[in-house]
């Protein structure tokens, strides 16, 4: 049996911990499919189709853009919009930097706003 370094087993882990995150959300969505869940939004139209802050879109490189399309594309009511509505979002998302410990959004609060978070939580 190879002998691994405490760095190598370290990297051994944080890859199989990203392989049980996709597994798990792969399993919700197939759940999700097979219980044939009937899913509804309702929103008032906006009166522009600009959806960016003040018009502005905002550079991701490749992987950001996917990491951020992967995560809509799971919730199961973000998945049911258009594929050019979820691009649109993900254009118009830019970076926010809170500190530790800091309140994001509270549980029952309304807001108009879509956080995706990046870290371990």
Sequence with gaps: MERLSKQELLEEIQQ????????????????????????AV????????????????FHK???????????????????QLERCEIDEMIRSMY?????????IIRQGEHGSVLYVLEGYF
Excluded: M, W
């Design 61 to 79: 490189d490749k992987k950001t853009f996917e990491i951020i399309e992967t995560t809509l594309l799971a919730n199961e009511f973000l998945c």
């Design 16 to 39: 199989r911990d990203e392989l049980i995150v996709r597994l798990k959300s792969q399993l919700d969505q197939y759940r999700s499919y097979v219980h044939g869940r009937k899913i």
């Design 42 to 57: 309702s929103a008032p139209e906006t009166q522009t189709t600009d959806s960016t802050v003040d018009g502005k879109t």
């Design 95 to 103: 970076p926010e930097d809170a500190d530790e410990n800091e309140d």
